[in-house]
């Protein structure tokens, strides 16, 4: 009885599992740090760096994620064509328009170690700018995003910038 309760749990441990996420209002960095570590493996207990352990992450609204600060103007992607004086750079709000999968597959493949398992594990991710995928019958459980999603100032009613609480209260001289 017991060895059917340790094969049951061996074969969960080893078998690919795919999570699904949604990336709308997700900050572009910490969710890229959290797909990393599903496509590396290392949230399972058999995790080795030489080991080809990771599971299949399906992201959908890839279109509405977020950067802090103005990174959407400054953060520049740079390629070379291997042409004299063919160094190319591409704005990140730019990029996003062409392409609303790009950025964070850029995030992501950065934050994966350097090494030859780096191209099987980026095969492993699957990138949606919408809600629709071919992957829905797959997905065994949904993982919610590392943070809250943002609530811009715009999305907030008057009465709830009203009633929000002064830190610093006005004194009259």
Not at 57 to 81: A, C, E, I, M, S
Not at 115 to 137: G, I, Q, S, T, V
Not at 150 to 170: F, G
Request: with cysteine.
């Amino acid at each position: 009885m017991a060895s059917a309760s340790r094969l049951s749990q061996s074969i969960a441990t080893h078998t690919r599992v795919w999570y699904g996420m949604d990336a709308r209002g997700q900050i572009v960095g910490r969710l890229a740090a959290t797909l990393s570590l599903l496509l590396q493996g290392k949230t399972k207990p058999i995790y080795h760096p030489a080991a080809d352990t990771g599971d299949h992450v399906v992201v959908t609204n890839t279109r509405h994620v977020t950067f802090t600060g103005n990174k959407w103007d400054q953060k520049l992607y740079r390629h070379h064509t291997g042409y004299p004086s063919a160094l190319r750079e591409i704005q990140a709000n730019h990029l996003h328009e062409k392409d609303p999968t790009k950025v964070l597959w850029k995030a992501v493949y950065g934050m994966l170690p350097k090494n030859n398992l780096r191209k099987k594990r980026m095969r492993r991710l699957h990138l949606f700018p919408d809600m629709e995928h071919p992957y829905e019958a797959n997905i065994y459980c949904a993982i919610p995003g590392p943070c809250p999603a943002v609530k811009k100032l715009q999305d907030y009613t008057a009465e709830e910038v009203q009633n929000y609480p002064q830190i610093v209260k006005e004194t009259h001289v």
